[in-house]
């Protein structure tokens, strides 16, 4: 099989992650599992903008051109991948060929449509409605995403697999607690989200809900790319318990959550939702909303509260702060949610299904 490489040459996002590890997880399972040594052949291509990344990766890899970003991917990528099944990890694969499975993680350009550009509506729209019905297999990362993309038209059901993340690549960050002092935080005195200003992701009800009286003396710590700039320009307005920690790495992210009091997702739509349980495998708990994938992914072992409802929010992290065993009953849940979700498990269901349907 050829794997699309394309995503190495962008800067990493949450579904490039998902790529990264499956793609390293099954490059070492052909390697050194008897069960799958030399079964598949495995052949990670890359344009010539992306070797930084892909030797970070730590996969052989081969640079193919001519062109880079979509034309490389739609022109380039079939032309090498004659006679290979072409595995796309990333929404977005080619749309001539026919030979090729690729992941939809979400439908969210449907659901969603306000929290993406006109350009990237309209690509996504036309990419998906044809490698949907193309492609031979469609993979996904939830059955909440698999009905997405039978509900839209976009893949049948029986020609969507399932393939659910893995989150056991946050076990490995050694936390970085030097962060905390600096953004001037105390321990269990604030609450940890993203800065997204996506409209799904729901930030706004999180900037409400610390608007309101109860909630002067919590911080909310909103790490990530936005800024309180970004938000005012979206129309809601960060008061001045609203700390923005930037983008930070894995070791910064993981003392964050083991600090925090908690961690809170109110996405309106989420094709998995790898942040909630990345928090709960730092002993961090979640309270998220009950929509989309969330919880399908979050189970028991999280608390939920009303997408819309600031006054929610607010009472279920009040009640997190003075109830210190539902607190720890909530860690102790969310070890056990985490422990379900690993690469090497995605990783076999990824060969499992390549063995079956690539060439």
């Known amino acids: 099989m050829l794997v699309n490489g394309k995503f190495l040459s962008a800067p ?13 997880h099954c490059h070492d399972l052909l390697l050194t599992d008897p069960a799958w040594k030399g079964k598949l052949r495995f052949d990670l291509v890359i344009p010539h903008d992306a ?23 739609q022109l380039t990528l079939p032309s090498v991948g004659s006679g290979n099944t072409i595995l796309s990890l990333c929404n977005v694969g080619p749309v001539t060929s026919v030979d090729a499975v690729t992941m939809f993680h979400d439908a969210q350009v449907r659901l969603t449509p306000k929290s993406y550009s006109m350009p990237f509506r309209i690509w996504y729209r036309f990419h998906q409605f044809f490698t949907g019905r193309r492609h031979r297999r469609i993979l996904t990362i939830s059955q909440y995403s698999r009905q997405q993309l039978s509900r839209f038209g976009l893949a049948s059901r029986n020609k969507v697999t399932v393939i659910p993340n893995g989150v056991d690549h946050f076990a490995t960050a050694e936390a970085d607690h030097r962060i905390i002092p600096t953004l001037g935080l105390s321990r269990g005195r604030y609450v940890a989200a993203l800065a997204n200003t996506q409209s799904h992701k729901n ?32 129309g ?9 920690a930037g983008k930070v790495s894995d070791e910064e992210l993981r003392a964050i ?13 989420e094709g998995f939702g790898l942040p909630p349980l990345e928090a709960m495998g730092a002993g961090c708990p979640a309270i998220v909303a009950p929509c989309g994938a969330l919880p399908e992914v979050c189970g028991e072992a999280a608390l939920y509260a009303d ?13 997190l702060e003075h109830n210190p065993a539902l ?17 090497d498990g995605a990783a076999r269901s990824l060969l499992a299904t390549m063995n079956e349907y690539a060439r």
Request: with cysteine; hydrophobic share 45%; proline share 7%.
């Open 12 to 24: 990493s996002t949450g579904v490039h992650r998902v790529a990264a590890e499956l793609i390293r």
């Open 51 to 73: 070797e930084e990344r892909a030797r970070k990766l730590g996969v052989p890899y081969r640079v193919v051109g001519p062109f880079r970003g979509i034309p490389w991917e």
């Open 203 to 234: 930030i706004r009800v999180l900037i409400d809900c610390f608007a309101r009286p109860e909630m002067a003396d919590t911080r909310l710590v909103l790490f990530g790319a936005a800024t309180a700039a970004d938000f005012e320009a979206a």
């Open 236 to 244: 809601s307005v960060p008061g001045p318990n609203v700390i923005f």
């Open 257 to 269: 959550y083991e600090n925090a009091l908690c961690f809170a997702c109110p996405s309106t739509t």
């Open 307 to 319: 997408a819309h409802a600031p006054e929610e929010w607010a009472q279920a992290i009040r009640g």
């Open 327 to 343: 607190r720890r009953k909530l860690v102790a849940k969310g070890h056990e949610q985490v422990a379900r979700f690993t690469w």
